[in-house]
C-alpha cells in the first residue's frame, strides 16, 4: 500500500511538474528573473575584437550615425528589441525594420566604453582564450547591470553589415545576449528564435525577432503603452534641436543624449542629459544643444515626472556633427594635467592631433545638478594649433565652479571641415 | 515500461528547463565528437572552484567537476577534471549564462561529459566541459541500462537514449569520419 502510495504521489508530483513544463513549452521563451529600470538601459561597447572581419565594416549609415564595424553591429543587435524600429528602421538588409520589440523596453546606446568594465556596468566586449564552445555569455543577475563578453579570438567574427556566411555572426550574437541581459532566459519554441539555445549556422538569422521572443519581452516590460513618448523627427539648426513626435510631457522632459565620455568604470555609461524641456502641445520640443559633452549617435526622450518603463521614449538617431557645439569625430586628442582641479588652481590644457596651424575653440559646458546639463555653455580659449597640430591652453579654474562638472571639448576648424577633441571631464573641488 | 519511459521523459524535460543559457553554436554528436578529444559516463565525485585573473582582465571564477568513468571513445576507465566558467569562490560569485544548471552537476550525479582542451583559463585548468552546458548530460538507470538524458535539438544528444546506444553512434559517428 505504501509502495502504491509513494508511486502515486510521485507521479502526480511529476504530472504537476509536467503541467507547467508544457504550459512553458507552448509559449516557448523563458525568463531568469529581474528586468531592467530605466537607469540601467545603457549599453556600450569596448571593442577589443581581435580578428580583423570584425571590425571590417567601415561603411556609415545614415540610419546609425559615428559607428561602423563591430560596435555598430552590437548597437544594431541591442536596438533590435527596442520597442519601435530605430529612426526609419533601415540598416540590415537581413531584416525591414530593426527594433521589432513592442514592449516597453529600449536599449539606450552609448558608445564605446575605455575598458571592459565590472561585471554590472553594461559593457559589451571580447575575452581572449579557449572558449571552450562557448561564444559569447552574459554575466547575471541583471537588476543591477550586466557585462557581455564575446570569446574575442576564438572565433571567426565578422561585422557584417550584410549577410554573414562563413564564420559567426557579431550582431546575432549580440542580439542573443542582450536578450538575456534584458531578462530572458532560452525559448524552446520551434522556428529559431533569437534566444534559442544554440545559434544556427552563422548566426545572422539571430538578428531578427521572432513572434516568441517579442512575447518574452513583453512578458517583462508588458506590452508598449500608447501613451509612451515617440519621436518621428529631430532636425538641428546649428545648436538648436527641435524634436517632433508625441506624448511628450506638457510639464517638463528630459532629453537623453549619448554621453562623449569614453569611461570603463561604474561611472561611465550615463546619458548626457538636458532637463527641463518643455512641450506645450506634447508634440514637439526644443531645447540648445550644450556646447560639449554629448556625442552624435542616439537620442531618446523621457518624461521628467515619471519613472516606469513607458515613460521613455525608443531611440532615434541623432547626427549633429555639423550642427555646432559637441558631436564630431573625436579625432583629436585632448587632455588636462588634472581632472580634480580645486578653485583658483592653473589649469593647462593640451592637445595633438590637430589640423595643423589651424584655428582652435575650446568650449565647455556644465551641470548645475549633475547629472542634467543646464544652459551653461561658453567658450574656454581660442587660438592656433602649431605647425606640428597640437597645442596647450592654460586657464586658472574659476571660483563660480566650485563644485560644478564641467565638460570640455575642442573644436578645430581646417578648411571649412571641423574636426573635434575627445571631451574630458573635470570634477570641480 | 511504459511508466519508466513516462518518467524519463519528465525527468529529461525538467532537466531541460533548469539548462543553463549557454550561448554556443549549434552542435550534433558528429560535431561534439569533432571538437572534443574525451567523453566520459560516470559519477561526478568532485566538485570544486578556483578563481583567475587573467593580464589586462577582470576576476574569472571557474567550476571544475571531476568525473571519474568510461570512455565512450575507447572504453578506458578515466578520471576527468573539467572545468567550465562561473560558479562561487570563498563567497565570491560569478554568474554567467553559458553555465550548466546546478542540478547538472552536483557531486553524486551520473552523467556524461564531453570535453576538450582548453589554453589560458589559468593554471588549475586545462579542459574544459565542451560548451559548457551543451557538453554534460544526465543519466539514469534503466531496466534496459543506463539511459543518457538528450536536451533537444541543437546539442550533441538531442533525445534520450541508451548509453549503449550512444556508444555505438559514437563509433558510428567516428568511422563516418574516417
Not at chain 1, 228 to 245: E, K, W
Not at chain 1, 276 to 303: H, Y
Not at chain 2, 119 to 128: A, E, F, L, N, T
Request: aromatic share 8%.
Amino acid at each position: 500500500m505504501k509502495n502504491i502510495l509513494r508511486l502515486t504521489t510521485g507521479s502526480l508530483i511529476l504530472a504537476g511538474a509536467s503541467f507547467f513544463v508544457m504550459s512553458d513549452s507552448a509559449i516557448g521563451y523563458s525568463t531568469i528573473g529581474g528586468s531592467l529600470n530605466l537607469g540601467q538601459r545603457d549599453f556600450r561597447v569596448h571593442d577589443n575584437f581581435t580578428g580583423s572581419s570584425a571590425n571590417n565594416n567601415s561603411t556609415n549609415h545614415p540610419n546609425w550615425p559615428g559607428y561602423t564595424g563591430a560596435e555598430l553591429s552590437i548597437w544594431k543587435g541591442g536596438a533590435e528589441w527596442n520597442s519601435r524600429p530605430h529612426g526609419d528602421g533601415s540598416g540590415d538588409s537581413s531584416q525591414s525594420d530593426v527594433g521589432s520589440g513592442g514592449a516597453n523596453m529600449t536599449f539606450f546606446w552609448e558608445g564605446m566604453a575605455s575598458g571592459i568594465g565590472n561585471s554590472n556596468d553594461n559593457i559589451v566586449s571580447s575575452i581572449l582564450g579557449s572558449s571552450g564552445g562557448v561564444l559569447a555569455y552574459c554575466e547575471t543577475p541583471i537588476n543591477d547591470g550586466w557585462r557581455i563578453r564575446f570569446y574575442g579570438d576564438a572565433w571567426n567574427w565578422q561585422d557584417g553589415p550584410g549577410s554573414v556566411n562563413s564564420g559567426m555572426d557579431i550582431q546575432g550574437v549580440a542580439c542573443h545576449e542582450l536578450g538575456h541581459s534584458l531578462g530572458l532566459g532560452h525559448s524552446t519554441a520551434g522556428g529559431s528564435p533569437t534566444m534559442n539555445a544554440y545559434i544556427s549556422g552563422t548566426g545572422t538569422g539571430q538578428r531578427s525577432l521572432a513572434s516568441d521572443d517579442i512575447a518574452g519581452v513583453k512578458s517583462i516590460y508588458s506590452p508598449m503603452a500608447s501613451s509612451m513618448p515617440r519621436i518621428d523627427n529631430v532636425a538641428v539648426q546649428g545648436s538648436t534641436v527641435t524634436i517632433t513626435g508625441s506624448g511628450f510631457s506638457s510639464s517638463t522632459n528630459r532629453v537623453w543624449l549619448m554621453s562623449d565620455l569614453l569611461d570603463g568604470g561604474n561611472s561611465g555609461g550615463d546619458h548626457a542629459t538636458v532637463a527641463d524641456v518643455p512641450s506645450s502641445n506634447g508634440t514637439s520640443m526644443t531645447f540648445q544643444l550644450p556646447s560639449s559633452g554629448w556625442e552624435s549617435g542616439c537620442i531618446a526622450v523621457k518624461r521628467t515626472t515619471g519613472s516606469t518603463y513607458s515613460d521613455l521614449s525608443e531611440s532615434h538617431p541623432f547626427d549633429a556633427a555639423t550642427g555646432g557645439g559637441g558631436g564630431g569625430n573625436d579625432t583629436v586628442a585632448l587632455t588636462a594635467n588634472t581632472f580634480t582641479p580645486s578653485p583658483g588652481q592653473g589649469l593647462t590644457f593640451s592637445w595633438s592631433g590637430a589640423p595643423i596651424s589651424a584655428p582652435y575653440r575650446l568650449v565647455y559646458s556644465f551641470t548645475d545638478y549633475s547629472p542634467f546639463f543646464s544652459t551653461f555653455n561658453g567658450v574656454v580659449g581660442t587660438g592656433s594649433n602649431t605647425a606640428w597640430g597640437t597645442g596647450s591652453l592654460y586657464r586658472v579654474t574659476p571660483n563660480g565652479a566650485a563644485g560644478r562638472t564641467v565638460f570640455i571639448e575642442g573644436q578645430y576648424i581646417s578648411a571649412g571641415v571641423v574636426s573635434d577633441s575627445n571631451t574630458i571631464r573635470l570634477d570641480v573641488q | 515500461m511504459k511508466l519508466l519511459r513516462w518518467l524519463t521523459a519528465s525527468a529529461a524535460i525538467l532537466l531541460l528547463m533548469q539548462a543553463g543559457n549557454a550561448c554556443i553554436e549549434e552542435l550534433d554528436l558528429q560535431n561534439m565528437i569533432s571538437k572534443t578529444d574525451v567523453a566520459v559516463q560516470g559519477t561526478i565525485t568532485d566538485v570544486r572552484t578556483v578563481k583567475y585573473t587573467p593580464e589586462n582582465d577582470d576576476l574569472l571564477i571557474y567550476t571544475i567537476v571531476t568525473i571519474e568513468g568510461t570512455s565512450l571513445y575507447d572504453n578506458s576507465q578515466i578520471t576527468v577534471d573539467a572545468a567550465f566558467l562561473g560558479g562561487t569562490f570563498e563567497g565570491e560569485s560569478m554568474m554567467v549564462t553559458s553555465m550548466p544548471a546546478p542540478s547538472e552537476y552536483r557531486l553524486g550525479n551520473d552523467v556524461v561529459v564531453f570535453s576538450g582542451t582548453v589554453q589560458g583559463w589559468g593554471p588549475d585548468i586545462d579542459r574544459c566541459v565542451y560548451a559548457s552546458m551543451g557538453g554534460i548530460f544526465r543519466t539514469i538507470d534503466s531496466r534496459k541500462g543506463a539511459v543518457v538524458l538528450g536536451k533537444g535539438k541543437g546539442f550533441a544528444i538531442e533525445g534520450n537514449q541508451l548509453v549503449s546506444t550512444l556508444i555505438s553512434n559514437i563509433a558510428k559517428a567516428t568511422s563516418e569520419a574516417k
